[in-house]
């Protein structure tokens, strides 16, 4: 049972160009959404989050937009650099402790 | 570093053998959690530690899996009889102190274990 799903394995994206990597969830107890960020041989990295009671935050270059109604939550990072490559986890918490993670989209910034 | 480490970085077993793998949280987190990354899957969730106590550990697998955390600091996760099935990247992460009903404490990773079992 995937509660949190990300249905693109890939993306590739232009250097300068918007990336929009996705993130589908089920369970309506979640009330917080995080994305994460692994390069190879390294452990995941806080990127940005966001609780259920918003439906933007903004840091940077990246904005994650989370649509309640329709369980959905995106990740935008503009723009694009080559440094941005990694592999991106979205993850969600209900009341606190663990995280339950999608299984990932390798994103590809060509310069 | 200031960062969650674990050892080893790579174990490579035969099936049947038991293995220990190590978290070292950082200083003053009083929340770990262990997790599992299968080939080609997200991070699974295994067992969280609130001090030295275990009060989540639904995401263990089978009983062959055990943790133990002491001091409120080391953590060792034991995986007896190793299966192929075993094979994974496990990940241990810390955080500060969840409050009951809190919404999130951000989790810090380590690098992770590169566990193979032959």
């Known amino acids: 049972d995937q509660q949190v799903k990300q249905n693109s394995p890939s993306l590739s994206v232009q250097e300068g160009r918007i990336s929009i990597l996705n993130c589908d969830y089920t369970?309506?107890?979640?009330?917080?959404f995080l994305w994460y960020k692994k390069y190879p041989a390294e452990g995941p990295t806080f990127l940005i989050s966001?609780?259920?009671?918003?439906d933007k935050n903004e840091d940077g270059r990246f904005t994650v937009f989370l649509n309640k109604s329709a369980k959905h939550l995106s990740l935008h990072i503009v723009p694009s650099q080559p440094g941005d490559s990694a592999v991106y986890f979205c993850?969600?918490?209900?009341?606190?402790?663990?995280?339950?993670f999608g299984a990932g989209t390798i994103l590809r910034v060509k310069s | 570093g200031a960062g969650v480490s674990q050892s080893p970085s790579n174990k490579v077993t035969e099936k049947g053998k038991d293995v220990e793998l190590r978290c070292d949280p950082i200083?003053?987190?009083?929340?770990l959690y262990w997790y599992r990354q299968r080939l080609g899957q997200g991070l699974e969730f295994l067992i969280y530690?609130?001090?030295?106590?275990?009060?989540?550990k639904s995401g263990l697998p089978s009983d062959r899996f055990s943790a133990e955390r002491t001091g409120e600091s080391v953590s060792t996760l034991t995986i007896q009889r190793t299966q192929q099935e075993d094979s994974a990247v496990y990940l241990c992460?810390?955080?500060?102190?969840?409050?009951?009903?809190?919404?999130?404490?951000?989790?810090?990773f380590g690098p992770g274990t590169r566990l193979t079992v032959l």
């Open positions: 992460a810390s955080s500060h102190h969840v409050l009951a009903g809190a919404s999130y404490n951000e989790q810090f």
């Open positions: 369970n309506s107890m979640f009330d917080y």
């Open positions: 966001i609780s259920s009671i918003k």
């Open positions: 993850a969600a918490s209900a009341r606190g402790n663990k995280l339950v």
């Open positions: 200083s003053g987190h009083t929340a």
């Open positions: 530690f609130q001090g030295n106590s275990a009060p989540d």
